[in-house]
């Protein structure tokens, strides 16, 4: 079955530097999404992404978060200048069709911390 | 926008018993519900959903249940065994972003 894949599984940045998260959504997918979950608490809608461009974000996805689809396979998260609180599991999700009401299938997330 | 609330936050069962998680949801508009489960270090993956004109759907052990007018709707896990042992997320969409319930960890005691 195919997969949305994540890497880095694990990625340790000093505070102030940025990061890049990437993530390979299913091959024929047309909607993109970032979550976030700190330890312990619920999933968070970060952002979604459709036809280049961001369709929604939420809140916490403010100037330090940036979204882009480089190529016809990735798609990255970007944290500019990473805080402390900015450690938690990201989670890339994709889904084939959004008007259909589809599934979103989640990758196994990236662990970011923040020293 | 949409909020869902989801209890209980643990829930702990003997083998075999049935464990059931309550979800509620605020926007009229959401349709589409469907629920995933987290196991320790992997990403959600989803085990059943309910589309809004649908008020029950099985899934052999698994069973979710809508009532659209109250704005909840529900998991039912029968039989449970010590693998269904995680964290199980309900979340509410109506084609745009999707919110997550705050999830409830299930502990299947053998």
């Known amino acids: 079955e195919p997969e949305v894949t994540q890497t880095p599984s694990h990625q340790v940045t000093q505070m102030g530097q940025e990061v890049i998260l990437r993530c390979v959504p299913i091959?024929?997918?047309?909607?993109f999404y970032w979550y976030r979950q700190i330890l312990g608490q619920k999933v968070e809608f970060l952002v979604s992404f459709y036809n280049n461009e961001i369709s929604e974000k939420s809140e916490i996805f403010d100037d330090q978060f940036s979204v882009e689809r480089p190529d016809g396979s990735n798609f990255t998260l970007k944290i500019r200048s990473t805080k402390l609180e900015d450690s938690a599991m990201y989670f890339c999700?994709?889904?084939?069709?959004?008007?259909?009401?589809?599934?979103?299938?989640f990758g196994d997330g990236t662990r970011l911390s923040i020293l | 926008g949409e909020n869902v609330e989801q209890h209980p936050s643990t829930l702990s069962v003997q083998e075999g018993d049935s464990a059931v998680i309550k979800c509620t949801y605020s926007?009229?508009?959401?349709?589409?519900f469907p629920w995933y489960k987290q196991e320790l270090g992997k990403g959600p993956q989803l085990i059943i959903d309910?589309?809004?004109?649908?008020g029950e759907k099985k899934d052999q052990r698994i069973a979710v249940t809508l009532n659209k007018t109250a704005k909840h709707f529900s998991l039912h896990i029968t039989e449970t065994q010590p693998e269904d042992s995680a964290v199980y997320f309900c979340a509410a969409t109506n084609n745009n972003d999707m919110r997550f319930g705050a999830g409830t960890r299930l502990t299947v005691k053998p």
């Open positions: 999700a994709s889904r084939l069709d959004r008007g259909a009401r589809q599934p979103q299938h």
């Open positions: 309910i589309r809004s004109n649908v």
């Open positions: 091959s024929n997918h047309l909607y």
């Open positions: 926007d009229s508009a959401s349709n589409y």
